[in-house]
């Protein structure tokens, strides 16, 4: 793996996964309980859309809903970079092919952000021609994520030893 940009590698990866660990936690936590409060007035969450429904009726529900596409396009952009980071990081090892571990005269690895920016392009032409809906991706997302975090704890337990594992 390519440590060279984290500073304490050994102490501050560590720190992300624990504070990811525990966001994710109480993230879930207050979607499950604002989900079961609205569920209780009557308010319907089905859906992607559902918690759109429900920030329509806070105060500052339109103000809330641009900021939550602001969010989605930082995530798409964290998505892209981090992914080419794992892409370049890959090439440089040789685990995909080498060209993808090549760092522009700036020091970017403009291969492998580029090629992350084509396969994410891809992957919107596909879901427009083959009409996937925004609820199915949604759900395959988050059934990613769960898969992914759910190696990488797999990971932290195989390379940890005693009680910190």
């Known amino acids: 793996m390519d440590w060279e940009n984290l500073q304490d590698p050994e102490k501050n990866v ?3 996964f624990w504070l990811s ?3 994710t936690i109480f993230i879930y936590l207050m979607l499950a309980a604002t989900s079961i409060g609205a569920d209780a007035d009557g308010i319907p ?3 992607a859309s559902g918690l759109v429904e429900l920030v329509k009726f806070t105060p500052p529900g339109n103000l809330l809903i641009w900021l939550m596409g602001i969010v989605i396009i930082a995530n798409v952009t964290c998505w892209n970079f981090a992914s080419s980071r794992l892409v370049y990081s890959s ?10 571990g090549k760092i522009s005269k700036k020091g970017q690895p ?5 090629s992350m920016y084509v396969a994410f392009v891809l992957v919107l032409f596909g ?6 809906s925004v609820s199915s991706l949604l759900m395959l997302v988050n059934q990613n994520f769960l898969f992914l975090y759910g190696f990488i704890l797999l990971s932290y337990w195989k390379t940890e030893i005693g009680w910190r594992r």
């Open 110 to 114: 403009m291969t492998s952000i580029l």
């Open 91 to 100: 090439g440089k090892e040789e685990v995909l092919p080498a060209y993808l």
């Open 21 to 23: 660990f525990g966001l």
């Open 14 to 16: 560590k720190r992300v």
């Open 127 to 132: 879901t427009y021609v083959f009409d996937i």
């Open 45 to 47: 969450l089905s859906g």
